[in-house]
């Protein structure tokens, strides 16, 4: 059975950081590419970093304050999130694909003063 379990979300004000967490099971982690993606209130959810077993990518409005990485050894991937903005404010999703793809079930973000 395939789980994604995210963890580490919260509330946090401007400037804060928080760490998210993706605990995986049920397939072959070391293989599977892994995204955090997040969906605001009213918004179309979007893809926020993703990892191969070699490479990261970003989306513009988060680099420089997100890195992601992975521990194939845990079946883990990681966001840190680092000087967080009011609008990084959602619900973010761990995502892995390969042939198929498999969703967490979400953890909320909410940056607030």
């Known amino acids: 059975q395939v789980q994604l379990v995210e963890s580490g979300g919260g509330f946090v004000q401007p400037g804060g950081s928080l760490r998210l967490s993706c605990a995986a099971s049920?397939?072959?982690?070391?293989?599977?590419?892994m995204s955090w993606y997040r969906q605001a209130p009213g918004k179309e959810r979007e893809l926020v970093a993703l990892i191969t077993s070699g490479t990261t990518n970003y989306a513009d409005s988060v680099k420089g304050r997100f890195t992601i990485s992975r521990d194939n050894d845990k079946n883990t991937v990681y966001l840190q999130m680092n000087s967080l903005k009011p609008e990084d404010t959602a619900v973010y999703y761990c995502?892995?694909?390969?042939?198929?793809?498999?969703w967490g079930q979400g953890t909320q973000v909410t940056v607030s003063s």
């Open positions: 049920g397939f072959t982690f070391s293989m599977y590419v």
């Open positions: 995502m892995a694909r390969r042939v198929y793809t498999y």
